[in-house]
T-cell receptor, first 115, second 114 residues
Framework: AQSVAQPEDQVNVAEGNPLTVKCTYSVSGNPYLFWYVQYPNRGLQFLLKYITGDNLVKGSYGFEAEFNKSQTSFHLKKPSALVSDSALYFCAVRAHSSNTGKLIFGQGTTLQVKP | DSGVTQTPKHLITATGQRVTLRCSPRSGDLSVYWYQQSLDQGLQFLIQYYNGEERAKGNILERFSAQQFPDLHSELNLSSLELGDSALYFC?????????????FGNGTRLTVT
């Protein structure tokens, strides 16, 4: 069965500092990995995805994520955090063998960026 | 704006009642997914439709049902409502079921059961 773990309920960083939001996954076969962000009272917005190729994936709003197959991780990163990045972040996985397209989501990590 | 439209935005109803949530996918998207978001359960996949047919089923209760119509909009029906059904219900859509295709989410319907 597919699963995603986000080990931190909350991450606190100061504005201008680098940020990392952690994600590990479990899936049979090749994984397809996604990050989404949710602002209060809004739906989830797609940030970036890893399908194949380079392990470092660049996405929207200056975010990037690093895929590590040996550690089964897909951590979200940003070199310099903004207060406006404060939101709820979800990692999600889809198995290569999946013929449904559904995504399995982690529990979410709240990112708090302080001025 | 994701292009996915969900109505209503808010719904307050009593236990034992039945409600219908509506979703219009992005133009051109054939697949619709329903998710439930609650504080204790996180984001749970309920059910998926592709081009009018059920494609995958997740943790959907028997009291819940859904369908996708020929114009591709979808409805999620929740009946015999319980307090624990209070949650944010999201609809998402994708162009295909291809692994490369991200899901695009609506802003959700917040259901409160009193």
């Amino acid at each position: 069965a597919q699963s995603v773990a986000q080990p931190e309920d909350q991450v606190n960083v100061a504005e201008g500092n680098p940020l990392t939001v952690k994600c590990t996954y479990s899936v049979s076969g090749n994984p397809y990995l996604f990050w989404y962000v949710q602002y209060p009272n809004r739906g989830l917005q797609f940030l970036l995805k890893y399908i194949t190729g380079d392990n470092l994936v660049k996405g929207s709003y200056g975010f990037e994520a690093e895929f590590n197959k040996s550690q089964t991780s897909f951590h979200l990163k940003k070199p310099s955090a903004l207060v406006s990045d404060s939101a709820l972040y979800f990692c999600a996985v889809r198995a290569h063998s999946s013929n449904t397209g559904k995504l399995i989501f982690g529990q979410g990590t709240t990112l708090q960026v302080k001025p | 704006d994701s292009g996915v439209t969900q109505t209503p935005k808010h719904l307050i109803t009593a236990t034992g009642q039945r409600v219908t949530l509506r979703c219009s996918p992005r133009s051109g998207d054939l697949s619709v997914y329903w998710y439930q978001q609650s504080l204790d359960q996180g984001l749970q996949f309920l059910i998926q439709y592709y081009n009018g047919e059920e494609r995958a089923k997740g943790n959907i209760l028997e009291r819940f049902s859904a369908q996708q119509f020929p114009d591709l909009h979808s409805e999620l029906n929740l009946s015999s409502l319980e307090l624990g059904d209070s949650a944010l219900y999201f609809c998402a859509s994708s162009r295909t079921v291809d692994y490369n295709s991200p899901l695009h989410f609506g802003n959700g319907t917040r259901l409160t059961v009193t």
